[in-house]
């Protein structure tokens, strides 16, 4: 038999005992995850006035090198601010610490440091959170359904999506287009995003495709955003960052004046 003489009439049954109850049950849990990551979410914590000096110093470095070859601020303004930062990198003035002592041995950043302990558990809830309620919802659907033919797609496709589409389903003669239910539920998953994004808003914790690709300890290994960092290296880092970014400088109000006289037809083009 092949599928273009064999006709398949489902029980509305399906439709309504199965195929509307997995994609409800999905977005219900997707929505019910992102109010649990929610709240789960520790607020964070207040840094101390010396820790917010010591990274604006790094980030108003950084500013400072991304627009010296066009530059907003006068030469003078420019050479006496990167020639500041760079001494004060030197010394160590931003740190939140103090300077470091001449005969002190340098000390790194403590990898126990509460923050960043704080941030890798938090990752790891959230994790938990995506992956748990996704593998009770498989074991259902495998309990129950398996083997179930849920829809047919109005639209042809190749035999490459059979194994796709027909997931728990040993029938080579059915038609491509007959969706099984192990496989719906794998189109939901990766398909609600959508409309998790149409009820919660663009920044929602429902979708868990992403967070499902990745391992479960993935948050521990990756650094957080309160892990510690040696700010003694970046500043030497960022020194000499400042040294080469001179070379580049240009002042964007260099000649401005002929520019515009120019513009205007007041002065011949150059």
Known sequence: MSGSTVSLYLDPQIRDWVLFPITLVMILVGILRHY????????????????????????????????ASNSPAPPKFYTSISRHLSQAFAAGSYLKDGPPKADAPPTPPNPMDPAAMDGMMAGM???????????????????????????????????????MLQRGIETPDMDVRWVSSLSWYF????????????????????????????????????????????????????????????????????????????????????
Request: aromatic fraction near 10%; charge should be positive.
């Open 36 to 67: 649990v990551v929610v709240l789960l979410q520790s607020p964070p914590k207040k840094q101390t006035r010396e820790a917010i000096r010591e990274q604006r110093a790094l980030v108003r470095s950084q500013i400072l090198r991304a627009t």
């Open 125 to 163: 809830k959230t994790q938990m959170v995506m992956m748990v309620p996704q593998m009770i919802i498989m074991g259902w659907i495998n309990f129950f359904f398996q083997g179930f033919v849920l829809i047919k797609l109005p639209f042809p496709l190749t035999l490459g999506f059979k194994a």
């Open 187 to 270: 189109l939901n998953f990766f398909g609600l995003n959508g409309l998790y994004r149409l009820i919660l808003g663009g920044d929602n914790s429902a979708d868990a495709s992403r967070d499902m690709t990745a391992s479960p300890f993935a948050a521990a290994g990756a650094a957080p955003p309160g892990a510690p960092q040696d700010f003694t290296k970046l500043f030497k880092a960022e020194r000499d960052n400042l040294e080469f970014s001179e070379g580049l400088y240009s002042w964007v109000g260099a000649d401005v004046e002929e520019r515009v006289l120019r513009k205007y037809g007041k002065l011949p083009p150059a």
